[in-house]
């Protein structure tokens, strides 16, 4: 595979990687750049929804991580700076020298997202979920604990925000996913796809650790602060997990983790 190298930063060839923080902002047309050796490792595996479009890399990475970019097919460029090219093209300094743009994957119905799933299957419903670390949080414990899906609603940020893929450690890119769903209609077409809604919230009356395993559930997230809204909670079991002293907020994700954990784990 030709490497191309890059040693001015205005290249037309890396537009794309172009003032990452910004672009972060405006989106990138149905791209988004993945960064960290991580996160490439999941881009290029055959665990992937997406596909790799192009590479940019520190040119002292480029022998560390021939593995990876022997993956890529024979026809995606693969771009190699140096450091200050490189910090100039990102518009900050690149600390890692990983770089890559992806083609985000068709999007799916909240239907053929669960269609694949199994009698005891356990998906995440996230609901106004805006803090790109507690979202990238979501998809890691979804894929940790083999969640059949994430569903978001329209309130949701984007997962493939650089930040949420990065927090992620790549699940974002591995993980069947609906997206911009109208919360009502995703309780719905749990309903009837056969899944089960339980509704974290700290004011629930049942415990977590009280609701039996087994049969579909669908675990539903809020955000922190205001929580689900009162037509959402209505729509489902409501459970809560059980704090000390009078505390009553714990993080989404790690709500998330505790939730799935308890939904997955084996008898």
């Known amino acids: 595979m030709a490497v191309i190298r ?42 992937s929804l997406c596909r790799p479009v192009a590479l940019l890399l520190d040119r002292k990475r480029v022998g560390g991580l021939a593995g990876l970019i022997a993956r890529v097919a024979d026809d995606t460029p693969v771009y190699v700076a140096d450091q200050p090219v490189l910090d100039a093209i990102a518009g900050f300094h690149l600390h890692r020298g990983i770089l890559a743009l992806g083609e985000k994957p068709p999007a799916r119905t909240l239907e053929t997202c669960l269609a694949a799933a199994g009698a005891d299957a356990v998906a995440v419903a996230a609901c106004g979920i805006g803090n790109h670390d507690n979202m990238g949080g979501l998809f890691r414990n979804a894929a940790a604990f083999g969640a059949a899906a994430v569903l978001l609603d329209t309130h949701c ?30 309780i719905d077409g749990l309903e009837a796809a056969g899944f089960e809604a339980l509704a974290l919230t700290p004011g629930a009356a049942e415990p ?23 037509a959402i909670l209505r729509r489902c079991r409501p459970v809560g997990i059980p704090m000390s002293g009078g505390f009553d907020s714990l993080n989404v994700a790690v709500a998330s983790g505790i939730a799935l954990h308890h939904f997955t784990r084996e008898a």
């Open 157 to 186: 940020c984007d997962p493939f925000y650089r930040k949420a893929v990065r927090v992620s450690v790549g699940a974002v890119l591995r993980t069947p996913m609906a997206a911009g769903l109208e919360a009502a209609a995703m």
């Open 6 to 47: 890059i040693d001015q930063p205005d290249d037309p060839r890396i537009a794309g990687f172009r003032d990452i923080r910004e672009r972060d902002l405006t989106g990138r047309q149905g791209l988004f750049v993945a960064e960290g050796e991580v996160v490439l490792n999941v881009l290029t595996s055959d665990r």
């Open 208 to 230: 977590l650790d009280r609701v039996a395993r087994g049969g579909r559930i669908a675990v539903v997230l809020g955000p922190e602060g205001p929580g689900l809204s009162p």
